[in-house]
C-alpha cells in the first residue's frame, strides 16, 4: 500500500530556511502536495507539484521533487514565527474519487 | 459565511451514546470527504460523497455512519464507538472529484470517547 513518511520535529531560527522532507513508496502519483496545519484549524494547502515537473517554487516556498529517489521537499524561505505549524505532504495517484494519501506531519518550530 | 464549517468544535461522548457531527460548506462544490486524523498517524480518508452519491468508504466500522442530504451538507453519525475512536474528525470539499481539485478543510471536530 502507499506509504508516507516524514520526520516529526524541525526546528529553525527566524529569518532561517526550513526545508521539510518527504519519502513516499508509489512511483504512480500524480500530484504531490503541502498542506499547512495550524493549532485548531484544518488543512490548508500550501502548494502542489504534478509528477513530471522536478521544481516549483511560489514566493518563500519552494518544493523539490526527485521522481527517482520517490523523495519531495518543501523549503521555506526567510521562515517566520507565523510558519510554525504541522506540515502534512500528500500524494494522490488515482482518477475518479480524489484519494489523497498523507504523511503523518512535521511540526515546525520557528525561534525567535 | 464562507469556506466550510463543522459543528461541533468539540465532543465528548460515552460509548453508548448516539451523536452526530455536521459539516456545510458554502463553496458550491460537488464533493465532500471525511477524514480521521489520529495521534501520531496518518490522515485516514473515511467517506467521499459526489452529487450526494457515496463513491468510497475506506473500510469504515459500520459504527460511523455518513449522511449527505445534499451536496452543501455532509454528516457522520456515531454510535457504540469505542475509546479508539478518538480522534479529529476533518471535513473537506473540492469542486469535482479527481486528480487535481483541490481540497478545502473545516476545523475539525476533537471527539473524545470515555
Known amino acids: 500500500g502507499e506509504d508516507v513518511e516524514q520526520s516529526p520535529f524541525l526546528s529553525v531560527r527566524e529569518g532561517d530556511s526550513s526545508v521539510i522532507n518527504c519519502t513516499y513508496t508509489?512511483?504512480?502519483?500524480?500530484?504531490l502536495y503541502w498542506y499547512k496545519q495550524e493549532p485548531g484549524a484544518g488543512l490548508q494547502l500550501l502548494t502542489y507539484i504534478f509528477s513530471n515537473m522536478d521544481m516549483k517554487q511560489d514566493q518563500r516556498l519552494t518544493v523539490l521533487l526527485n521522481k527517482k529517489d520517490k523523495h519531495l521537499s518543501l523549503r521555506i524561505a526567510d521562515t517566520q514565527t507565523g510558519d510554525s505549524a504541522i506540515y502534512f505532504c500528500a500524494e494522490s495517484m488515482r482518477t475518479g474519487a480524489n484519494n489523497l494519501f498523507f504523511g503523518t506531519g512535521t511540526r515546525l518550530t520557528v525561534i525567535p | 459565511e464562507t469556506g466550510v464549517t463543522q459543528t461541533p468544535r468539540h465532543l465528548v461522548m460515552g460509548m453508548t451514546n448516539k451523536k452526530s457531527l455536521k459539516c456545510e460548506q458554502h463553496?458550491?462544490?460537488?464533493?465532500m470527504y471525511w477524514y480521521k486524523q489520529s495521534a501520531k498517524k496518518p490522515l485516514e480518508l473515511m467517506f467521499v460523497?459526489?452529487?450526494?452519491?457515496?463513491?468510497e468508504n475506506n473500510s469504515v466500522p459500520s459504527r460511523f455512519s455518513p449522511e449527505c442530504p445534499n451536496s452543501s451538507h455532509l454528516f457522520l453519525h456515531l454510535h457504540t464507538l469505542q475509546p479508539e475512536d478518538s480522534a479529529l474528525y476533518l471535513c473537506?470539499?473540492?469542486?469535482?472529484?479527481?486528480?487535481?481539485?483541490?481540497?478545502?478543510f473545516g476545523p475539525g471536530t476533537r471527539l473524545t470517547v470515555t
Open positions: 473537506a470539499s473540492s469542486q469535482d472529484l479527481g486528480v487535481g481539485y483541490e481540497q478545502y
Open positions: 508509489d512511483s504512480s502519483s500524480t500530484y
Open positions: 460523497y459526489s452529487l450526494e452519491e457515496r463513491v
Open positions: 463553496l458550491g462544490h460537488n464533493a
